[in-house]
């Protein structure tokens, strides 16, 4: 008989990120400007698409980086025997360190250094 698995085996489990897409944006209107993007990272039992967003008053050097609240969690081969929240979809996020992630990607993406980010 298989075991059901549960949240916190997925807390544990080995994550590959698969891919990321941003999107540059500017407005003028408000002075501000920064990307919006999203991340997908998976294990052998499910698919975690965090989005998330890097904005900057166009005055400042920094960005400030934070999730957006459609972090998607779904299982890869069936659909996931339970129900989380919000708060656990960020607590894996925060796991799977998905600032370095965004700091990665808008460094290559637009040739900025890492010490352009507030944390």
Not at 67 to 91: H, R, S
Not at 100 to 107: K, R, W
């Amino acid at each position: 008989m298989e075991q059901q698995l549960k949240r916190d085996d997925l807390l544990v489990a080995d994550w590959k990120q698969l891919r990321s897409q941003i999107m540059g944006w500017q407005e003028e209107s408000q002075n501000f400007n920064g990307f919006d993007g999203s991340t997908r990272f998976w294990c052998t039992d499910a698919i975690f698409d965090i989005y998330w967003v890097a904005q900057r008053e166009m005055e400042d050097e920094k960005y400030e980086c934070y999730l957006t609240e459609d972090l998607e969690l779904t299982g890869f081969k069936e659909t996931l025997p339970f129900k989380v929240t919000y708060e656990w979809k960020q607590a894996l996020a925060e796991k799977l360190q998905w600032r370095d992630v965004v700091h990665q990607i808008l460094t290559e993406a637009s040739g900025n250094q890492l010490e352009l980010f507030e944390d």
